[in-house]
């Protein structure tokens, strides 16, 4: 429910195995602003907005931008959503079983 509550997800990280976090800000549908690290760009790609988390200044017009535009709020939305479903558990199993059929079928990967 908090995250229903709130305008974007921010994450200033330095380090990161497999950003979680990020991933249930994509379900929720938040726009993500990302400190500009591997983990992050390989989960959201161009589904947030980055900055250098050693940059003040920088972290602080990233946030001003976000807050002053509403279309790119919006934007940046849609497309955390789209990103999430790439890693929906119910999307990615019927993904999967739909290489199955296939394979089984005999029609191979295409």
């Known amino acids: 429910k908090l995250l229903e509550e709130v305008d974007g997800f921010i994450s200033a990280s330095k380090f990161e195995g497999f950003p979680l976090s990020i991933l249930e800000g994509m379900a929720a549908r938040l726009p993500l602003l990302l400190s500009d690290i591997l983990p992050h760009r390989e989960l959201a790609k161009d589904a947030a907005l980055y900055f250098n988390a050693l940059d ?21 939305s849609e497309k955390a959503a789209n990103c999430y479903l790439k890693y ?23």
């Open 56 to 76: 003040e200044v920088g972290i602080a017009n990233v946030i001003t931008q976000f807050c002053r535009d509403r279309d790119l709020r919006t934007k940046m």
């Open 88 to 110: 929906d558990m119910n999307i990615f199993v019927e993904e999967h079983l739909k290489v199955y059929k296939r394979l089984e079928s005999g029609e191979g990967l295409k």
